[in-house]
């Protein structure tokens, strides 16, 4: 049981480029989010999907674009990637909505932009 | 920002120790999560306390929540060098959507 996949692990950008994070689970939940980590900020949401066909902004929704694929992916796009988007980013699912059941994580990814 | 703020950042103990840590947080909350995260992995959910309860076990873990006081804790007992790791406590706040918002976490190091 793989749980959470995020493609790719490391990524190095240019300002301006563009680029697609993936993210793929396969506990059949419905709800998924996308996390961004950085030193001493704890994970700030980016977006989420409460279920199949919606998503939502989270805190930090600012140069970023989501799509719900379908039940099993999330996806998270930088149409013009910015130095200050550095960051490790995570995606996550859960069976609940709302946060009242636990998350499950993938391992990261880990984007430079230069 | 943050809903959730933990303290200490950081923590370093002798194996064997007890380690305990700390999150306060600002609103009413429907529950509050801890989370692992071991180096360069992402997070492991440890233990879900829900706004009516006041204590719960897992193992070595207990946490309580003091929802007068805005506040919860982790104790982990007997630490291991294998619970080297940062330690993060999570909450939804009521009626603001559907955001697990994190603390800044607890580094925790634990000394063979």
């Known amino acids: 049981n793989a749980g959470v996949t995020q493609t790719p692990k490391f990524q190095v950008l240019k300002t301006g480029q563009s680029m697609t994070l993936q993210c793929a689970q396969d506990m059949n939940h419905n709800s998924m989010y996308w996390y961004r980590q950085d030193p001493g900020m704890g994970l700030r949401l980016i977006y989420y999907?409460?279920?199949?066909?919606?998503?939502d902004k989270g805190e930090v929704p600012n140069g970023y674009n989501v799509s719900r694929l379908n039940k099993r992916e999330f996806s998270l796009r930088l149409e013009s990637a910015a130095p200050s988007q550095t960051s490790v980013y995570f995606c996550?699912?859960?069976?609940?909505?709302?946060?009242?059941?636990?998350?499950?994580f993938g391992e990261g990814s880990r984007l430079t932009v230069l | 920002s943050q809903q959730g703020e933990e303290d200490p950042q950081a923590l370093s103990i002798q194996e064997g120790e007890n380690a305990t840590m700390n999150c306060s947080y600002k609103?009413?909350?429907?529950?509050l999560q801890w989370y692992r995260q071991n180096s360069g992995r992402g997070l492991v959910h440890l233990i879900l306390i829900r706004s009516n309860e006041r204590e719960k076990h897992s193992g070595r873990l207990r946490v309580t929540l003091d929802t007068s006081k805005k506040s919860s804790s982790l104790l982990i007992t007997a630490s291991r060098a294998a619970d080297t790791a940062s330690y993060f406590c999570?909450?939804?706040?009521?009626?603001?959507?559907?955001?697990?918002?994190f603390g800044g976490g607890t580094r925790l190091m634990v000394k063979p």
């Open positions: 999907s409460a279920s199949e066909g919606t998503t």
């Open positions: 999570a909450t939804v706040v009521l009626n603001a959507g559907n955001m697990l918002t």
């Open positions: 996550a699912s859960s069976s609940r909505q709302g946060g009242t059941g636990e998350l499950f």
């Open positions: 609103t009413s909350i429907n529950n």
